[in-house]
């Protein structure tokens, strides 16, 4: 998953969002394994269609999982 833009981030997980930029497979590697495939998934076909909704579960700083949905729209390429 990209870079949260929730300002509650750091609230809801126990970490900073810095973690995402000092670590570009943090984000991921926090995924529950049985949740992965479905949330590549989702982000692989964004290609075809221009955005994605998954719902997945991700380890927080404090061991648990919590249940998260992630939604994203590809911008055209040049503008961000």
């Known amino acids: ?3 949260p833009q929730a300002p509650d981030w750091p609230q809801l997980t126990g970490f900073p969002a810095e973690a995402f930029l000092d670590t570009p497979e943090f984000g991921s590697s926090r995924i529950h394994p049985e949740d992965v ?4 998934q989702a982000v692989a076909g964004a290609v075809r269609s221009g955005s994605y909704s998954c719902e997945f579960r991700w380890r927080c700083a404090d061991g648990e ?4 949905l992630d939604q994203g729209v590809l911008a055209p390429v040049g503008k961000r």
């Open 65 to 68: 999982y919590r249940r998260f």
């Open 37 to 40: 495939q479905s949330v590549v």
């Open 1 to 3: 998953p990209p870079m």
